[in-house]
């Protein structure tokens, strides 16, 4: 399969507003992406009416049949067992077997994760994988990383994820040197866990592959700090919902005090096109599109909630990562982390 | 001493903007609280004159020498055993040994708590201090703790963090039954570490002394859904920065967009009362004062770069504290949850 003509396998079924937006977004993509395939999985009554009414999306979409559908509610375990016939095991599949490049849903995230873990295991030299995505920030754009695939990790994973952030910040963002830093309560050396302070030391050392800065505190993921943010699944869980929310009662703060006065009535009305343009800028749409990094297969998650738009972006996110060669970045970059590990250098039967 | 008539000790030498802050933040707070008198630690070459600038303040303030300071870059260990002449220390064993109420510095937060807990000891009950402050909600205000005192917490520091959290939003909120939540990465029973789990179990138990509602998502702070939010103090901290940092980013992104025309210029002209009125409601001197919650006496932290208003809001807090009479609701929380603990109500010996 050639770079420019990605084929991408859907979840037709998976998400708030399926299958609708995922027809429409995989329109909207190929607009960007034109040489893209599609295989979409899910019910033929419902998709091929969606489908024939975007005439470029037909001779490009292999609509395939799934019987069943994996609900926001099946457990992980659950759905893993229950769900082979579901669009979502079947899209992942088609990406694990090389039918595709890349899978999307918008579908149930704990599903989505255990099922392409399953099928698409763990890349050598990756212990576990993460959940990755973008953030705006007031220099642009960062990625972040885990989100929430291990909500305990040790020195080895973090030194990995750092690596898995750096290729997919190269790959998406086209930062050819990412700068990398590791979420901490302080910036000095001898302050947080022992697991952030080991995986410091590792990243640090020579032949590391990734350019680190050293450690973080919250308000640098807004700032922008650093391209790569690191951290364990639970704080960075707690950190992305925490940013989610302070950015919508910021919002609502914002429009309140608008509607305090006539005069600010009316300078909301001057100002409707700096508002337009802010909303823009951090528009989550935009943002859409988080990916289980360290599998040997690319998975791509779209909010459930995701409009056409959104739906579309996630899809580019996995092209991108295709595009500009992710897997063997991360595969380089990780066999230089094992080079440059703590002891590598040293020769065999010599330790003390 | 009577709860209406508090004294204060100031720690008139810590801080970005001491000793001038210190002083007139005192003379602020007493306007709020006209009973207080305080005992200010420092270098009296530099006190006096200020407090001799205001009037009111004279006759209620006593200058107490301290002939060192701790400073900014003391390692808190070091402050500890260097610094028994500065006026932090001597603050603090000033209320230490029940000759104030209180103790307010903005200095060095580490050297603060370390001195606070060498000093003051924690509380029978309570095996870690943790640090509390509020922030602005979607419904108002709300308390969070542990804000970093602790960066491991097992599930009796966290069901003990729930008690001290719960005390404090009565004596400084004013709410009879605040609602208490576990910050975690899922609402479902099932998920977070396993810590935050058993102090579910614990807080739920018949006989709890905290209105318990559940597990929260990262978002669930600014929206207020409860009145406290529990956490360890790593992921505390970090959610409390990436609140901060999340608000100055979205600031910025406000003020560029009402700069990218001259009918946004115009807008921004006519909505000028909403914008002080916004500010007002988001004021980081509003939400100056995070408390070492826990010990025996109560050690209040100002932001380091505090004005005037924001040191005497700190103040506030504290008093707050004294005249709703935090200690005794925090002891009497304390002996409630222990005897709700697991096995508390089993017979003893009969354990299998």
Known sequence: MSRDQAVVALDGMGGDNAPGIVVDGAALARERFPGTRFLLFGDPARLKPLVDRRKDLIPVTEIVVAEDQVTPDDKPSLA??????????????????????????????????????????????????????????????????????????????????????????????????????????????????????????????????????????????????????????????????TIEGTAKVYTNFVRDAFRTSTFAKIGYLFASGAWSKLRQRVDPRRYNGAVFLGLNGLSVKSHGGADALGFAYAIGVGIDMVRHSFQDRLTDGLNRLRAAAPGADEPAGETP
Chains 1, 2 share one sequence.
């Open 80 to 241: 893993l067992r229950r769900r082979r016939q579901s669009s979502m095991w079947l899209a992942i599949e088609a990406a694990a077997q090389g039918r595709a490049d890349l899978v999307v849903s918008a579908g149930n995230t704990g599903a989505l994760l255990a099922m392409s873990m399953f099928q698409m295991r763990t890349l050598a030299g990756a212990h576990r994988p993460a959940l990755a995505s973008f953030m705006p920030t007031a220099r642009g754009e960062s990625v972040m990383l885990d989100l929430g695939a291990n909500l305990e990790c040790d020195a080895e994973n973090l030194a990995e994820f750092a690596v898995m952030g750096s290729a997919f910040a190269q790959a998406t963002l086209g930062i050819d040197r990412p700068t990398v830093g590791l979420l901490n309560v302080g910036s000095e050396e001898a302050k947080g866990h022992e697991s952030i302070r080991e995986a410091a030391a590792w990243l640090k050392r020579d032949g590391s592959p990734v350019v680190f800065h050293g450690f973080l505190e919250g308000d640098d993921i807004g700032a922008g700090t650093v391209d790569v943010v690191v951290t364990d699944g639970f704080t960075g869980n707690v950190a992305l919902k």
